[in-house]
């Protein structure tokens, strides 16, 4: 199963507000969102013992076998959905408790995150922006209960949200990558799109994202000279093209290639191409 499959499908959620209770082990064939917002739970994950306070938020994944308790009364949010398509996804349910052999379900069994390589989210999940994961939930929850058709597929754009964040928190491919391990292909089109713009360093550095010596650095490796000089061929290179293949007058020319006046584009034309100008276009 790949990252493209993710499609999220809100098949419940609810609002509970429940005194002290408990769910018998089971297993389920989709993902268990469950938000602690009031109270205290305790989650049993294949033999493993989790308590859950305020503001933590557990995901139970397919196929696992949990029990749940609140030990106290509680407010607990909570959604199941498919995170992976599946066309037969609308056959699938939520399981009830004491229902731990789903063997007649196989075909509906949601795959584990653990499917995209390198993705290993713990039951108890643990967003960096706690406040914003929270609040997103309960838009979620209110959305998909407004049983109103839009307002349920904005249920599920948020889901994709929340799943996002996941992968992002728990899968080193899809972390956000440091800027300055980002090539700087971009650089050519860039320039030639705005050749006679008076473009500088520090107006490459701020589209990379990085300071004007790290930049300079990085276009150095990448490219064997400086922005600067590396801006200023590509501008003698057009200038050459326009005198190549059209009439214009070698004032315009240079006004259009960035030069600000016909002096220093022909001195600078000169010393890179070892012609001037008019030579370049008699020839």
Partial sequence: MLAGDVAPYIRDADYAIRSPWYTPPRRIMDYLLLFVEEGECIATVEHETITLSRGDVCLIQPDTLHSLRGV???????????????????????????????KPYEHL????????????VPVRVQPRHPDVFHSTILRMVAAWQSHDRLQQLEANHLAMGLILELLRDHGPA???PDPSSRPLNWVSSYLSF??????????????ANLSQSRFSTL???Q??????????????AHAQELLRTTDIPI?????????????????VFKRLTSQTPGSARRR
């Avoid at 509680?74 to 066309?87: A, E, I, L, R």
């Avoid at 069994?109 to 290993?120: D, F, M, N, R, Y």
């Avoid at 713009?197 to 520090?202: G, L, R, S, W, Y």
């Fill in 72 to 102: 106290t009364d509680t407010v607990t949010p909570y959604v199941h959905m498919d995170v992976f398509y599946n066309p037969r996804r609308e056959e699938a349910f939520p399981t009830k408790g004491g229902q731990v052999s789903l």
């Fill in 109 to 120: 069994i949601q795959p584990q995150l653990t499917a995209i390589e390198g993705v290993a």
């Fill in 174 to 176: 899809f972390r956000k």
């Fill in 194 to 207: 705005h050749i006679g713009d008076p473009i500088t360093v520090a107006d490459m550095a701020k589209r």
């Fill in 219 to 221: 276009f150095h490796q």
């Fill in 223 to 236: 490219f064997g000279q400086s922005p600067y000089q590396f801006f200023l061929r590509l501008r003698v």
């Fill in 251 to 267: 004032r315009d020319i240079a006004h259009y290639c960035g030069f600000a006046d016909v002096h220093h584009f022909s001195k």
